[in-house]
């Protein structure tokens, strides 16, 4: 999908297993920006995610050659699954965050330390990074563009934006929570001071997410809004929780946020158990 002169969306489809016949369905965005004879993209996708992206630059008449950079928003497999075949492939440069590097280059570490169901049909191997960010880089990526990288912790502790201008568009990766998604983040303050931070921004045209569908102008801020209402809601609903529950065992709390947020069954694990139990500790204010 064609949402500029420059950038392209492309969603890709894939399902985590969570036993025999039974799966989550899921979706993750990748994009990709055409500079002149240049093509940057943002984030991978899954394993096999790589077969659409090169059918798509084949359809606007360019090769997997002509990607340049890679650029990661973060570690998790939904967006770093077919970066080491797009890297091979292609030869581009990959850039990704510092603090989360390790988990980029070494995915059997990241597997051990986050197990994910089904995490080798999602991560095809790991990738070496050209470029540690950290958030203030400056990429002139063509005569008129230029990518800013934007440090927006929470979802996870390296999480990266990346804001291309003169276009205003914002590419949060998983930064921006909505009402009814999944709660995937290591630190609640973390996430609020982001979306803050996000709302402080000058001017955003396009907010282009992992997890939601493109979002323009005034649009732009209502979505803002109604994340952080809902980070607000599971503050409070955790608050409610432990009333009862002074020190919650952490699947319990799980089972409870759940059910009061309605969120499916299958959110019952120990990646959302997490989210929860970052509330705890200062919770948001």
């Keep these: 999908m064609r949402l500029n002169r420059y950038i392209y969306a492309l969603r890709h489809d894939f399902r985590i297993p969570l036993g025999p016949g039974r799966f ?9 920006i055409e500079a002149g004879e240049r093509v940057f993209l943002i984030d991978s996708g899954t394993a096999g995610a790589e077969e659409k992206i090169f059918s798509y630059l084949e359809e606007i008449g360019r090769s997997p050659d002509r990607i340049d950079t890679l650029f990661l928003t973060h570690a998790h497999p939904d967006h770093i699954g077919a970066a080491g075949v797009i890297r091979t492939v292609s030869g581009c440069r ?9 988990w980029i280059e070494n995915v ?13 049909s999602l991560v095809a ?23 800013e990288v934007i440090s927006t912790p929470g979802h996870s502790p390296g999480s990266l934006s990346f804001y291309l201008s003169p ?22 303050a973390a996430v609020i001071a982001t979306i803050g ?38 503050q409070a609903e955790v608050d409610r929780a432990t ?7 952490p699947m319990e709390l799980c089972r409870r946020m759940v059910k009061a947020l309605q969120l499916p069954p299958a959110a019952v694990n120990p990646l959302i158990a997490r989210a929860f139990l970052s509330h705890l500790s200062g919770g948001i204010s």
Excluded: C
Excluded at 215 to 222: D, I
């Design 243 to 249: 009333v009862t529950m002074p020190s919650p065992e």
């Design 197 to 234: 931070k996000l709302q402080a921004f000058p001017e955003i045209e396009l907010l282009l997410s992992s997890w939601d569908q493109p979002h323009r102008g005034v649009e732009v801020k209502e979505v803002l809004n109604k994340s952080r209402r809902y980070l607000f809601r599971i």
């Design 108 to 120: 059997e570490l990241q597997k051990k330390e986050r197990p994910v169901p089904g995490f080798d």
């Design 94 to 102: 990959v850039a990704a965050s510092g603090l989360e590097k390790r």
């Design 125 to 147: 191997g790991p990738v070496s990074v050209d470029h540690a960010l950290y958030g203030g880089e400056r990429f002139v990526i063509g005569e008129e563009l230029a990518l």
């Design 167 to 188: 276009e205003r568009a914002l590419f949060s990766g998983d930064a921006v929570l909505m009402p009814g998604q999944l709660p995937v983040y290591t630190d609640a």
């Design 24 to 32: 989550l369905k899921r979706f993750v965005y990748s994009y990709l």
